[in-house]
């Protein structure tokens, strides 16, 4: 069996766990929305059509922010489509997602949506195909509060009070070929700058994040990042990052390895931010909002996808409806892992997306819904992870991967507030439990609250509708009390909570 250890130690603090690290993401695509967070004629709907039992999982997973409505969908998007009667709301084609856009649900309905399951709305506004103007004036309809065109429209349509978003994304993905209205750096940033500068003239307090790469691998990654803080430095807070990950060709290892990828990209990507700073002499710091992230089969979607596209223009169609088990959810925990561990520059995050599209959360139109194994490293993590982010680098053996050579087969971290200190880890091994001592001289006298571990015999092992507890957190039967020592098993996500 493999030794490893890391020491507990309140001084060792990294910055305060941010709550909007446990951000969601809602987009127009297949039926994250259409079937997913909104069925009038289901069973559970309530009074607006909203699933009450995706609500119910929705709070129950401990999402503090929701990024909405894209995404891809979003360079395209005429956002007055879905406001007013519904009635009269015109149905629009989709280009990013070859679908059709029925507008059912707009702003209107997701923030009301958002306010029964508890969570900040992320608004993210078209600098695809719109620009300025488009973004004034969803921030006046959202925000003002009455005396104005769009501030009086939205109360006609319902909704006196203003929805006080804070957060807002200046477009999305505009580094990407596939996006519509791509651009280049200078050009994006320019527009970004132009549209922040405005937008502050209406609410000086709003938090805007520029769009950054859409992928470490982008060939104008690090260079994208330049020029477009360059342009908009002084006029954004934050710059975004973009990662999926896969299991490819059967490497097990390399995959639940992943978060070394996600660690190297956010050191890139905050240096770059810092190097612009000193290069404008500038005084502020810009964070990084980690808006989209997951465990994504991309290539299988991508070779199913024809040559040549479909005729038709569906509305809400299944898109993008990973089924994972329990090796991807070990995966998640080690990003989530990642993402508390850089939480002094990583203040937003957001896993994409909510439901039925790459999803913690499944539905079936009309019927049952339930957890994916990747729910629960979330929900957990959401949960439990409280007050100061602690750093612990564990000591621990290493093993060779294809990808990213050799790296440590633990990869954890540890929050702390005045009550109870928790432990996240994984046990990235693919065969070979891991006996993890922990040195908690520095916490006083501890007592042991529980120890659970996400694994299995079947690292395949996938929930269903018919069986949604197969892959479940179970009580670790494998722990010592002094030295207080854990056993990990193989392929496994674990956390361990300390009272004192």
């Not at 069973?43 to 059509?49: M, Q, Y």
């Not at 993402?339 to 957001?350: F, G, H, I, Q």
């Not at 039925?356 to 929900?379: D, K, L, S």
């Not at 996240?424 to 520095?442: E, G, I």
Request: net charge negative; hydrophobic share 40%; proline share 6%.
């Amino acid at each position: 069996m493999h030794q490893a250890s890391l020491t507990i130690d309140p001084a060792f603090r990294v910055a305060p766990v941010q709550r909007r690290t446990f951000g969601s993401f809602v987009e127009h695509l297949g039926r994250c929305v259409y079937s997913g967070i909104y069925e009038p004629g289901h069973p559970t709907a309530d009074e607006d059509g909203f699933r009450r039992d995706v609500l119910e999982l929705t709070r129950e997973l401990g999402v503090s922010t929701v990024r909405y409505p894209g995404g891809n969908f979003v360079s395209g998007y005429r956002w007055e489509d879905g406001i007013g009667p519904v009635s009269s709301r015109p149905a629009r084609l989709d280009l990013a997602w070859h679908c059709t856009e029925p507008n059912q649900v707009g702003v209107d309905e997701f923030v009301r949506w958002a306010r029964k399951a508890g969570v900040e709305p992320m608004m993210a506004v078209n600098l695809g195909t719109r620009g300025v103007q488009e973004a004034l004036d969803i921030l006046e309809y959202c925000n003002l509060d009455s005396a104005t065109h769009w501030s009086d429209l939205r109360a006609a349509h319902g909704s006196k009070e203003p929805h006080g978003i804070r957060m807002w994304c200046l477009g999305n993905e505009m580094d990407g070929p596939w996006q519509i209205g791509h651009k280049t750096a200078r050009e994006y940033g320019r527009l970004a700058a132009e549209t922040a500068r405005a937008m502050r003239m209406i609410d000086p307090g709003l938090e805007l994040v520029a769009c950054g790469s859409s992928g470490s691998s982008m060939p104008t990654f690090g260079a994208w990042e330049a020029e477009v803080l360059e342009e908009a430095y002084e006029q954004v807070d934050y710059i975004s990052c973009h990662a999926y990950y896969e299991e490819k060709d059967g490497d097990l290892a390399s995959f639940l390895a992943c978060s070394t990828d996600m660690e190297r990209f956010i050191a890139s990507v905050v240096a770059t931010a810092d190097h612009v700073r000193a290069k404008l002499r500038g005084t502020k710091r810009i964070n990084v909002s980690f808006d989209e992230w997951n465990v994504w089969y991309l290539s299988r979607f991508q070779a199913e996808q024809s040559s040549e596209p479909p005729k038709d223009w569906p509305v809400a169609p299944p898109l993008l409806e990973d089924r994972y088990h329990l090796a991807d959810a070990v995966a998640v925990g080690g990003l989530i892992i990642t993402l508390l561990r850089n939480s002094d520059r990583v203040t937003a995050a957001c896993q994409a997306q909510l439901v039925n599209v790459i999803a913690p959360i499944m539905t079936e139109p009309g019927g049952r819904a339930w957890r994916q194994t990747v729910f629960h490293p979330f929900a957990q993590a959401s949960r439990y992870a409280s007050g100061e982010v602690l750093r612990v680098e564990p000591v621990s053996p290493e093993h060779e991967t294809t990808e990213y050579g050799e790296v440590p087969a633990l990869h954890a971290v540890a929050t702390h507030d005045e009550d109870v200190t928790t432990v996240f880890a994984v046990n990235r091994s693919t065969d070979r439990p891991l006996s993890l001592t922990l040195d908690v001289r520095a916490l006083g006298v501890v007592r042991l609250v529980e120890a659970t571990t996400l694994s299995g015999p079947d690292v395949y092992a996938v929930n269903t509708a018919d069986d949604p507890g197969r892959v479940v957190p179970r009580a670790n039967p494998d722990v010592e009390a002094d030295p207080l020592r854990v056993v990990l098993p193989p392929v496994s996500w674990n956390v361990i909570r300390l009272a004192h």
